[in-house]
């Protein structure tokens, strides 16, 4: 159903619209290496290097992908200080802050239903073995 809020919304910001600007943005901003890495970054200031070793588990490439999509969408600020070799630094913009809020909103939730979706799952998974034994 839609609501309508969302059908007041133009075709561009509805995210429910499968070619539209906004739905771009919301797969780029809703995986977990862009959420780690904003909330990594939260209000700090880090390089590279830093940042791959506060992620854990990230490679080198997803990074820097994750990065440049960031930056091309105004969340990350790069910074290339003028240094042999060059230091390049990367802080969230105001847009990034924000973002920041609403990811630490959801690790808040993920922390308060924890126990509660772990145990989902473990009857998930014994009620899925009854039905197959």
Known sequence: MVTEEVRDVPEDADVTRAHSL???????????W???VVTVLG???LR?????????GI????LTQTLRGLERDG????????TVPPRVE???TDAGQALRHTVYGMCAWTRR???????????????????VG
């Open 75 to 82: 969340l990350v600020e790069r910074t290339v200080h003028p």
């Open 22 to 32: 906004a739905r771009e943005i919301f797969s780029g901003i809703a995986n977990k």
């Open 43 to 45: 209000e700090r200031t």
């Open 59 to 62: 490679s080198h490439k997803m």
């Open 113 to 131: 239903y924890l126990e509660h979706i772990e145990e989902s799952r473990d009857r998930f998974v014994r009620a899925s073995q009854a039905r």
């Open 48 to 56: 590279f290097t830093e940042l791959r070793g506060e992620v854990e």
């Open 34 to 36: 862009t959420l780690l």
């Open 90 to 92: 990367y802080t969230l």
